[in-house]
């Protein structure tokens, strides 16, 4: 008897176990408590903005491999535009100094002999005692290994880190950072190039995953929130889902992909990280196309990140504890006088505007929140583990969730085929 696939919600993480597992040949069902697939990658049409916008924004660079795979693998990477050569380009609101970030095409970084490529006021020792978090330990946050002060931390690291890990720059765990620098930065330019979603996450991301899904005879229900666990022994016995009850046979496996606090909930006995940070974005309808750049890092501001896409102008404040209880009106004022500065739009008043908060956005990325990090596997054979919170060896964003499905994934399959459900 060929086995099924239960997995346990449907965002990055559970979509990217369910494609892995379609292509597989195997039957699959995601079980999705909201009305909708995506998670905090979804997009949705605003009606105060009148338009289509994302839930939040993210970074995606051309060395996220998994991320690429994913969208070639459903079809969707004519959905994406690479900027290519990779440039990154900054400001600092305190004095208006602007500059961007280029890679050489090759390892090593000859360009840094000159000033000109370096960012504006830091010198090539400031460069070479960065290199030190190439050799970060498990227990080491980043300001045990490099400098935290001066204008290379200020304007590139602190903006860099705190986008990736949704955590304090300086207290963020160091191995994941390495992890990212290794298959980035440390590679070349060709892997830094900025990916953006000019049709939004959702067209890109979620809907085609859902389409492949579905074409592959796999079956998603939205509205199926997971009420109830039964186990027997070292297994996962059955799944109840209000009134629903599914019984599993030897050949089933569940795959969870919801967030830490949510599988810590469900199955008793699970470990994982316990803290968490908050993200605030920002969507601001401008109501004309201004020429400006799709990616600014805001140094200085209130603001991190601006995303421009068409007339929306978007913006992400990570590790927002002082912005997440304010009100949406103060911290959109606050942002808007961000992207004036930015742009050079201080005689155009402030538009429409959404305010989204993630209160527990990510789990808080430091070593001792990194340490709680389980593995895919579980003391039960049949139940696996998936999502950004998982041990990933990188940090909390969209390429952790698709890697942390596939992973999971891959090890239902061994499981499932000896157990004789696919051959």
Same mark, same amino acid.
């Given at each position: ?147 935290? !002060?001066? /204008?290379?931390?200020?304007?590139? #690291? ?5 986008? @990736? ?5 300086? &207290? $963020? ?123 600014? !890092?805001? /140094?200085?501001?209130?603001?991190? #990140? ?5 007339? @929306? ?5 990570? &590790? $927002? ?103």
């Amino acid at each position: 008897m060929s086995g099924r696939a239960h997995i346990i919600g449907a965002g990055l993480a559970g979509l990217s176990a369910a494609v892995q597992l379609v292509g597989h040949g195997i039957s699959v069902i995601v079980h999705e408590a909201a009305g909708y697939a995506g998670g905090r990658c979804r997009s949705f049409f605003d009606h105060k903005l009148e338009c289509e916008i994302d839930n939040g924004n993210h970074l995606v660079l051309s060395g996220n491999h998994a991320t690429r795979d994913f969208l070639r693998l459903i079809g969707a990477d004519n959905t994406i535009d690479v900027h290519s050569p990779a440039d990154i380009p900054f400001v600092d609101l305190a004095d208006g100094t602007r500059w961007s970030v280029r890679p050489d095409k090759g390892r090593i970084p000859w360009s840094l002999m000159s000033s000109r490529n370096r960012v504006p006021g830091a010198s090539l020792s400031d460069y070479l005692q960065s290199c030190r978090i190439m050799w970060a330990k498990d227990n080491q946050s980043v300001k045990d290994v490099i400098s935290t !002060g001066g /204008v290379l931390w200020r304007r590139f #690291w602190a903006p860099v880190i705190v986008a @990736v890990t949704n955590t304090d720059p300086a &207290a $963020a765990g160091a191995v994941p950072m390495r992890q990212v620098f290794a298959e980035t930065f440390a590679k070349g330019e060709a892997a830094c190039r900025p990916v953006f979603f000019p049709q939004g996450l959702g067209r890109s991301l979620v809907l085609p995953a859902v389409d492949f899904v579905t074409a592959m005879s796999g079956e998603l229900r939205f509205n199926h929130r997971l009420t109830g666990v039964h186990k027997i022994n070292d297994k996962v016995a059955a799944l109840e889902f209000g009134k629903d009850r599914i019984d599993l046979s030897e050949n089933d496996c569940v795959i969870s992909a919801v967030p830490a606090a949510v599988a810590q909930k469900m199955f008793d006995g699970i470990d994982g990280p316990n803290a968490f940070s908050p993200i605030v974005n920002g969507h601001f309808r401008v109501n004309q196309v201004f020429n400006v750049l799709p990616l600014l !890092g805001v /140094v200085g501001g209130t603001a991190e #990140w601006l995303f421009s896409r068409g007339d @929306v102008v978007s913006v992400t404040a990570s &590790a $927002a504890t002082s912005l997440v209880n304010l009100p949406s009106a103060t911290v959109a004022v606050r942002f808007w006088r961000d992207i004036q500065a930015a742009y050079g739009l201080v005689d155009v008043p402030m538009p429409s505007f959404r305010i989204v908060k993630e209160k527990r956005a990510t789990f808080l990325q430091t070593p001792d929140q990194l340490s709680r990090r389980p593995d895919r596997r579980t003391q039960w054979h049949n139940l696996y583990l998936a999502g950004d919170w998982t041990d990933t060896g990188l940090p909390a964003t969209i390429e952790g969730s698709i890697r942390s499905g596939a992973s999971a994934a891959s090890a239902a399959l061994v499981k499932m085929n000896k157990m004789g459900g696919n051959t």
